[in-house]
């Protein structure tokens, strides 16, 4: 019987050593892996980390912690967006082909998958807006459903601020830049009307804007549709992107447009094991591929959503699935 004792107790001995090891080591990692990340030799994992953290208004204190202003400038110094200011409006002819054109792409070594919508027509393409717009937001699929939508993705960035009020919410009911609806601004909080900013817009004949573009700009060139976002991805068929573009791997949002019109919709899932997400720059030679002539970037992270024919297709990172926004970017039946 004392044998029998001493072995169980050996036991539990030998168990506590390997839970205090595997809580040590735990431990250990946590507190040693930022300091691999940004002082080892792992360059390209130190500058998505940084890319990533900088491109966020409240996450920016994990890069600042470890480095200084001049470090996170010297990092992101190789990863930039060229000229978006001469980008050309396209001149084509719409023959209204109703037809909208489904593909799944998947990058095996960059480990993401995407979706991709080519919508023939054009002047189908309108932004929607949350039905309690400036309080909180809507679903992508919500706004889509309650415009008969075909389509839609996921549109501009907001804040996490309800209007009227300085409480945070978290339901992105507040737009930032400009919103425009069928000829109809809905959100400005740009104060001069001739201050460029980054956009996507639409005018009435279907012709997409991409990079820095002022309200009056866009007024004279017939745009009917507009949301705030950056940046351009393709402008005159060259990108635009250098290195990985800065802003780190996400899930990403984007619209271009091909030289005959057709207005191209993509989806990237991220933050998944299946799907860690995508750079600016995978997004730039995606949008290339796929013969775009002018792409720009939109909101992405959580909102990243694309609903296709009564239902979402892609995989929402959030765990609650879609997130609530603003506006989204919708095709009409």
């Known amino acids: 019987m004392k044998k029998r004792r001493t072995s169980g107790k050996k ?24 300091f691999l990340i940004f002082y080892g030799p792992f360059e390209n994992i130190k ?21 200084s ?13 060229g000229n978006v200011d001469n980008a050309k409006i396209l001149n084509f002819e719409n ?44 679903l992508t699929s919500r706004i889509a459903r309650r415009n008969n ?14 209007s009227g009020d300085s409480k945070w919410t978290g339901t992105g009911g507040k737009p ?25 817009a639409i005018t009435s004949k279907g012709q997409l804007l991409v990079g820095n573009h002022s309200l009056n700009d866009m007024k004279k060139r017939g745009v009917t549709e507009a949301i705030s976002f950056k940046p351009a991805l393709v402008v005159n068929g060259k990108g635009t992107i250098t290195g990985d573009g800065g802003w780190g791997i996400a899930p990403r949002t984007a619209i271009g447009q091909r030289a005959d019109g057709s207005i191209i919709f993509l989806v990237i899932d991220g933050r998944q094991t299946k799907s ?25 992270g959580s909102s ?14 959030d765990t609650l699935g879609e997130r609530s926004v603003p506006s989204a970017i919708y095709v009409k039946p």
């Open 11 to 34: 036991r539990k001995s030998v168990w506590k050593l390997v839970l205090c090891f595997l809580l040590f080591e735990c431990i250990f990692t946590g507190m040693t892996a930022p």
């Open 47 to 67: 500058r998505t980390v940084v890319g990533a953290a900088m491109t966020t208004l409240s996450h920016q204190y994990i890069a600042k912690l470890f480095l």
């Open 69 to 81: 202003d001049e470090d996170i400038k010297k990092i992101l110094a190789g990863n930039t967006v």
């Open 95 to 138: 023959k209204h082909d109703s037809s909208i054109e489904r593909e799944d792409i998947s990058d095996d070594k960059k480990k993401f998958k995407g979706y991709i919508l080519i919508i023939h027509d054009p002047t189908r393409v309108k932004v929607g807006y949350s039905s309690k717009l400036g309080v909180v937001g809507e």
């Open 149 to 162: 939508a075909v389509a839609a993705i996921n549109g501009g960035g907001f804040k996490d601020s309800s």
């Open 176 to 200: 930032t830049g400009i919103l425009m609806s069928n000829g109809k601004i809905l959100s400005n909080d740009l104060e001069d009307p001739d201050k460029k900013s980054g956009v996507m």
């Open 276 to 300: 860690i997400g995508a750079s600016l720059r995978d997004l730039q030679n995606i949008m290339i591929k796929y013969g775009a002539v002018n792409a720009t970037n939109l909101d992405g």
């Open 304 to 317: 990243s959503t694309m609903y296709y024919e009564g239902e979402v297709i892609n995989n929402p990172c």
